[in-house]
């Protein structure tokens, strides 16, 4: 495919160049039956405009970077983007994942247990023990009030994030259905492990709200996806005109979820306390992804694709609900200071997973 060799990243360029080629072809088609093709020069600039929208997901990672600091210079520029807009703007990321997915692709994903079961020991299990341990440090080396170390605990307690979703798609787009099983399971099954280990790290049992989280989950990844996998199987035409709009919008998107957040807890960010929870968050994503894409080192060490495996399963580790984890917050601590590290969290954890999308799609491109 030509636009395959002119993307940039040739990976990503594929899965949403594969629908384009055909409209490019029938556009050819049409265009010879009528009447002579149009000139070279502008075909050339119809397709290079076409390849610029596709390729612009390769910048979500300076974009990220962009909000961010955009958010803490001046807040008002998120601030409008309010909690309520956080599970339409997620499902229009898995809309985009399920466009470029097809249901064969989900029925593998749920043929491969033992990754799935990788994916629970990394959020449930690894996950939650940086989370104490972080957490304890918090208050007895680096001196921070009780509740921020209640917080970054929190943290650790909550399920998969959708965003890991969407960074396994731009780094190894064939994993993105296993990823969003993983994720899905997660959530569902969340319902039981937030508040069990809520109590066992915090010493406080949360009531989480089962229908409410349930509901989440088919609005935010279900309806999407299966939207985006019943447009690309009944409405093909539709589906490859919308897709070369999608990788802008959902950068666009992406830079909304992040800097939202940061902007409208700037205050507990930048108190005192707000070096010392970013440097400890630090510390325990990274620890994080780097348990995921070991722990998955190890088990799939004689799997043809344990690369792939390792990057799905370290962004499942290291990219968490924070946006859960600071509702939870705000809801049952009468302490606004456990909602400052969700708020963090949910900042670094985009800089984090989108970097490494940035590393590791550049590694891909075979």
């Known amino acids: 495919y030509p636009a395959e060799q002119g993307s940039g990243v040739p990976i990503r360029g594929r899965v949403w160049a594969k629908a384009d080629h055909g409209s490019f072809e029938q556009d050819r088609v049409g265009v010879g039956a009528a009447s002579a093709s149009p000139p070279q020069g502008v075909e050339e600039g119809r397709v290079d405009f076409l390849k610029i929208l596709k390729s612009a997901n390769s910048i979500i990672p300076h974009v990220v970077l962009g909000s ?27 809309f985009a994942v399920g466009v470029n997915s097809s249901v064969k692709d989900f029925i593998e994903a749920i043929k491969r247990p033992d990754a799935i079961a990788a994916g629970y020991i990394g959020q449930f299990i690894a996950k939650p023990f940086f989370g104490f341990l972080f957490g304890t440090l918090a208050v007895t080396t680096f001196n ?17 994030a959708q965003l890991s979703n969407y960074a396994t798609f731009l780094t190894d787009p064939h994993m993105a259905p296993l990823s969003i099983v993983m994720t899905s399971l997660s959530t569902a099954s969340a319902v039981f492990f937030t508040p069990t280990l809520s109590y066992l790290l915090i010493g406080k049992k949360l009531p989480v709200d089962v229908v409410g989280m349930m509901s989440s989950i088919v609005q935010i990844v279900v309806a999407p996806i299966a939207a985006g996998l019943l447009l690309n199987r009944f409405l093909p035409r539709l589906c490859s005109a919308i897709q070369p709009f999608l990788p802008p919008l959902s950068v666009f998107v992406t830079a909304l979820c992040v800097g939202s957040p940061l902007a409208i807890n700037i ?17 325990f994503h990274t620890t994080s992804f780097v348990a995921g894409y070991h722990l998955a080192g190890t088990w799939f060490r004689k799997s043809a694709d344990v690369k792939a495996l390792q990057r799905t399963i370290s962004f499942e580790t290291g990219m968490q609900s924070s946006l859960l984890a600071l509702a939870l917050a705000n809801r049952f601590f009468p302490d606004p200071l456990v909602g400052v590290p969700p708020a963090v969290s949910v900042v670094l954890m985009s800089l984090m997973g989108f970097g490494l999308v940035m590393l590791w799609s550049k590694k891909t491109q075979v």
């Open 68 to 94: 961010t600091i955009l958010a803490l210079l001046y807040p008002p520029s998120f601030t409008w983007f309010t909690t309520r807009y956080y599970a339409p703007a997620l499902g229009f990321l898995m």
């Open 144 to 160: 921070l009030p009780t509740a921020v170390g209640a917080g970054i605990m929190l943290v650790s307690c909550v399920s998969g």
């Open 267 to 283: 205050k507990a960010v930048l108190s005192p306390y707000g070096l010392s929870i970013v440097f400890l968050l630090f510390a």
